[in-house]
């Protein structure tokens, strides 16, 4: 399995980016796949979640409501749509790959010890 981010970048508050994760090789059925941030001297941070087959989508407080979530299972590509983006949003955003426990009900992006698979990241910087 491979991550490869892309779409990173340096915008303007307000503005928008559309991240994408190319999961080469992560095929697994019970798969989920998310998205981490992480700024300067602070601890990663669960942003999004989906279930590789569409049934579980979850966002974390800072994503509600601005960032979506979506998927092409065809190509291999999770995507994250963010729009009205802040300065706080401004950190190196990582595309995460596991697979869910037997009684998962819902994605969990509570834990990165849950995702087996990381990729490098790709920064976005949101200027005032």
């Known amino acids: 399995v491979q991550l490869v981010e892309s779409g990173g970048g340096t915008v303007q508050a307000g503005g928008s980016l559309t991240l994408s994760c190319e999961a080469s090789g992560f095929t697994f059925d019970d798969g989920m796949v998310a998205w981490f941030r992480q700024a300067p001297g602070e601890e990663r941070e669960g942003v999004s979640c989906?279930?590789?087959?569409?049934?579980?989508?979850v966002y974390g407080d800072p994503a509600k409501d601005r960032f979506t979530i979506s998927r092409d299972i065809a190509k291999n590509l999770y995507l994250l749509q963010m729009n009205d983006l802040r300065p706080e949003d401004t950190a190196t955003y990582y595309c995460?790959?596991?697979?869910?426990?037997?009684?998962?009900?819902?994605?969990?992006?509570?834990?990165?010890?849950?995702?087996?698979?990381w990729g490098q990241g790709t920064q976005v910087i949101v200027s005032s």
């Open positions: 989906i279930w590789r087959n569409g049934g579980s989508i």
């Open positions: 995460a790959a596991g697979r869910r426990g037997w009684f998962a009900t819902r994605c969990d992006i509570s834990r990165t010890i849950l995702y087996d698979f």
